[in-house]
């Protein structure tokens, strides 16, 4: 099996677990993993104010230097045994281009891949954590008028992420693209989305990007599907995207998470080099 976890997060994740980095590593080799790509929540911007209750949606800004400089180390120790890759998972903030450019130009070119994942949404003046609790989502659904409206802007949300000019440094990798359908077994929509994920997905097919396959949508209980799900997947593979498996797994035993759902076959067996 050749397969890249391009999705893992770290014992620097603030909302995960503390598993430390040689049992994610030594997780991988046990389950065959080629290599993994870390992929920590990169710090919010520093204007920004994380909605959530404790405020540990990304890594705090003190780490950011001694995580990358622990994932190069990790990388040298397993070469020959596991490809380990030097990466960040960052977030598309509408209203924060300018700051999510300006940290991408200076990180950058430190990084050996990454993804831009959208998980909040702005909400006129506010902005909710949309993958956060149900009772979250639940309130942007108040807020905006419906379950639908909250998709709507999700997806149109996802689309500004691929547009966006974030500079040379801007990941290639879009992240779980239908996070909104979190909980969606608690908030079923009466409609299909699929002219707004049509068009991210030709968007995504114009810029060369590719697509986090997500399997952590399936464990969850209130999902059980994966980020993206099947019909979009086959959208997909027809339009020639390519599609890096992710497990997006915050403890070493989510590696692989949701992996046997997927359509193994679509699957690149690494992530595609950031541009250089
Ligand atoms: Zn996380
Ligand atoms: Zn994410």
Redesign the pocket.
């Known amino acids: 099996m050749m397969i890249h976890d391009g999705h893992v ?1 770290t014992p620097f ?1 603030p ?2 677990s503390k598993d430390s980095f040689i049992k994610y590593c030594e997780t991988a080799i046990s389950h065959k993993l080629t290599g993994i790509t870390f992929a920590e ?1 990169a710090p919010l911007p520093r204007s920004f104010v994380d909605p959530t209750p404790l405020q540990d949606s990304g890594m705090s800004w003190d780490d950011l230097y001694t995580y990358l400089k622990e994932v190069r180390a990790l990388k040298k120790e397993y070469k020959g045994h596991l490809n380990i890759y030097v990466g960040l998972e960052v977030d598309y903030i509408e209203g924060f281009e300018k700051e999510t450019t300006d940290f991408l130009n200076e990180i950058g070119p430190s990084l050996d891949d990454s993804i831009l994942s959208v998980h909040f949404l702005k909400l006129g003046t506010e902005y909710v954590c949309i993958d956060y609790s149900p009772d979250v989502f639940h309130y942007a659904c108040n807020q905006l008028g419906s379950t639908e409206a909250v998709y709507e802007l999700y997806y149109q949300t996802v689309l500004k992420s691929v547009k966006s000019n974030l500079g040379h440094y801007k990941p290639n990798r879009i992240g779980h693209m239908t996070l909104v359908r979190k909980f969606q077994k608690k908030f079923p929509i009466d409609r299909s989305f699929q002219t707004e994920t049509s068009s991210i997905l030709a968007e995504i097919k114009k810029k060369g990007y590719e697509l986090d396959y997500n399997g952590a949508g399936y464990i969850k209980p209130l999902c059980r599907e994966p980020y993206p799900y099947d019909s979009i997947i086959e959208e997909t593979i027809k339009r020639n995207i390519p599609l890096v498996y992710g497990s997006d797994a ?1 403890q070493a035993s989510s590696l692989l998470n949701g992996y046997t759902e997927l359509h193994p076959k679509s699957i690149l067996a690494k992530p595609n080099p950031l541009r250089d």
């Open positions: 997060h994740c909302h995960g929540h915050h």
